[in-house]
């Protein structure tokens, strides 16, 4: 079992950026503004104690890097460091 250690990784890969539309890619920046995290994944904030990833929250599972979406089943998916056994 692994345990992801919230560090951003797979959301800073430009392949899965690229893949977004511009106003996908806006309206993310914008919303990253309202809710800053300088601690490990940018793409987190926590409400109620509870992490919440603004690319879900904004534009649905689909659209999360695969590594994200495949949690905790990543395996290969994950860039290597970034999982804990």
């Known amino acids: 079992m692994f345990t992801c250690k919230r560090c951003g990784k797979c959301c800073m890969d430009n392949l899965w950026i690229k893949g977004l539309a ?19 994944c ?6 109620n104690d509870k992490a919440v ?10 659209k999360k890097p695969e590594a994200c979406r495949n949690y905790p089943k990543v395996g290969e998916s994950c860039l290597s460091g970034c999982l804990e056994e």
């Not at 511009?22 to 490990?40: A, F």
């Not at 940018?42 to 409400?47: D, I």
């Not at 990833?53 to 689909?62: D, Q, S, W």
């Open 42 to 47: 940018r793409m987190l904030y926590f409400k």
């Open 22 to 40: 511009w106003q996908e890619k806006q309206d993310l920046l914008v919303e990253r503004k309202k809710h800053p995290n300088n601690d490990g």
């Open 53 to 62: 990833c603004l690319v879900e929250e904004l534009l649905g599972r689909n």
